[in-house]
């Protein structure tokens, strides 16, 4: 019988956007009109899933070299760290990616928006985060797209993540912004997000340094996952 | 309730952080199903006998098409993987709904995964139009005994308790999901 796993924080919660934003249409019909039943954490909600996802491949995390040829647009290397609410990276976890190419089109065939595909790039990455709980892309600055929520409604330009984390509570889906973004007041899915302060924390920092001379731009996003209530000294923490 | 409602104390705050600062949840989209599916999620157990299928429907009762549905669940004997088996059991699954909001997973009855505890498995709910998955759970509708002292189950009115238990349905377990409506699933604030 191994040790009992702490449950995780519930501070901080109200930073998720709530699930009735009207102003996001697609949400009139999807969310609960029930109250959400408190879930006490058992050993459901505590492991960590074993995904089996399947080895990560040499060039998974670099989005423009996944064909013979290089995707048009912007070179980018997106970076960070992947925390737990109390300041930890969390380390060798999955972080998925996907994004629209640089026209703002997607490569999936629902999306009809009238910009050309481009046929060196596919729009999908995946790596795990090294022991400092660093995630690297190299990808193409994803262009915006109009969609159909609102006359002349635009999503600015943004890459989605997707990251397990510690345990099934610690489940992320989210969206990574530009900054300096002409259109994320008009955007009904970033305005979700209640308060400025935790709408700044999905937009990316340029980041000078982690640019390259000759080659790509640098942004710097840090993901932060729910920590647990207690957690073990760590080893490789300096003190 | 006492252990939702009561903060404990955490180390954070003894290092002086108030309030985690975490990064707010966004809609998984319309557009993942060229990313995020992959032909072995719906198997969490090659060699499982047993078939959970169910069609999510929106709060009009329409199928929903654009849903990702995210399993985790323990063995037989209630013990939840930490790494590859032999026998290819992985306790997790994710499976993309289809064009008539079907989804499915092969896999294997979990056992209890504590004293006390029915048998179940977790459930994830992303979709477009959700901004913020959602959270329930299957229970089976042949642990009668175990289902009325579960600790999460016996807490649901009796009437919306059907809504986390699949129902046999043939030779498979049906689970549907309504996001909305009369028939509202029990979605959980963990």
């Not at chain 1, 989605?160 to 009904?188: C, E, K, N």
């Given at each position: 019988m191994t040790a009992a796993l702490p449950p995780y924080r519930r501070d901080g919660m109200q930073a998720h956007p709530p699930r009735d934003h009207a102003a996001y249409r697609s949400t009139a019909l999807r969310h609960p009109k029930q109250p959400l039943l408190p879930l006490p954490h058992s050993m459901t909600e505590l492991t960590q899933p074993m995904l089996g996802t399947g080895a990560i491949g040499e060039l998974d995390h670099d989005l423009t070299q996944q064909h013979p040829g290089e995707p048009i647009g912007e070179r980018i290397i997106v970076t960070g760290r992947v925390l737990d609410g109390n300041r930890r990276p969390v380390r060798d976890t999955l972080v998925e990616i996907w994004q629209a190419n640089a026209a703002g089109r997607y490569i999936q065939k629902e999306d009809q928006h009238p910009a050309p595909l481009d046929?060196?790039?596919?729009?999908?990455?995946?790596?795990?985060?090294?022991?400092?709980?660093?995630?690297?892309?190299?990808?193409?600055?994803?262009?915006?797209?109009?969609?159909?929520?609102?006359?002349?409604?635009?999503?600015?330009?943004?890459?989605?993540?997707?990251?397990?984390?510690?345990?099934?509570?610690?489940?992320?889906?989210?969206?990574?912004?530009?900054?300096?973004?002409?259109?994320?007041?008009?955007?009904?899915?970033?305005?979700?997000?209640?308060?400025?302060?935790?709408?700044?924390?999905?937009?990316?920092?340029f980041d000078m340094e982690t640019t390259e001379p000759e080659w790509a731009l640098g942004y710097q996003w840090d993901i932060v996952l729910r920590g647990p209530e207690t957690t073990p000294p760590d080893p490789d923490e300096d003190h | 309730m006492a252990a939702v409602d009561q903060p404990r104390p955490i180390r954070a705050q003894a290092e002086g952080i108030v309030m985690q600062e975490l990064t707010p949840s966004q809609t998984v989209g319309p557009f993942f199903g060229f990313a995020l599916p992959f032909p072995e999620g719906p198997i969490v157990a090659p060699a499982g006998e047993l078939h959970i299928v169910g069609t999510v429907y929106d709060g009009a009762s329409q199928p929903v098409p654009d849903a990702l549905i995210e399993i985790w669940q323990p063995d037989a004997t209630g013990t939840f993987p930490t790494e590859p088996r032999p026998d290819g059991f992985r306790g997790w699954g994710r499976c993309g709904t289809d064009a008539d909001g079907h989804f499915g997973f092969q896999t294997i009855k979990p056992g209890p995964a504590e004293p006390g505890s029915a048998p179940h498995i977790g459930v994830v709910v992303h979709a477009r139009?959700?901004?913020?998955?959602?959270?329930?759970?299957?229970?089976?509708?042949?642990?009668?005994?175990?289902?009325?002292?579960?600790?999460?189950?016996?807490?649901?009115?009796?009437?919306?308790?059907?809504?986390?238990?699949?129902?046999?349905?043939?030779?498979?377990?049906?689970?549907?999901?309504?996001?909305?409506?009369?028939?509202?699933?029990?979605?959980?604030?963990?």
């Open positions: 046929p060196h790039f596919t729009g999908v990455g995946r790596c795990l985060t090294d022991n400092d709980g660093r995630y690297r892309f190299v990808t193409i600055k994803p262009g915006a797209y109009p969609w159909k929520n609102h006359l002349n409604a635009w999503r600015p330009a943004h890459i989605h993540f997707s990251l397990f984390g510690t345990a099934f509570v610690t489940r992320l889906i989210t969206q990574m912004y530009f900054p300096g973004d002409p259109l994320f007041p008009y955007d009904p899915i970033m305005q979700s997000v209640r308060e400025e302060s935790d709408r700044q924390r999905m937009v990316a920092r | 139009g959700i901004l913020h998955h959602l959270v329930t759970r299957i229970y089976f509708p042949d642990e009668n005994a175990a289902n009325a002292v579960d600790p999460v189950l016996s807490r649901v009115s009796g009437e919306r308790q059907a809504t986390l238990i699949a129902r046999p349905d043939g030779d498979v377990l049906r689970f549907d999901i309504h996001l909305q409506g009369d028939h509202e699933t029990v979605f959980f604030d963990v």
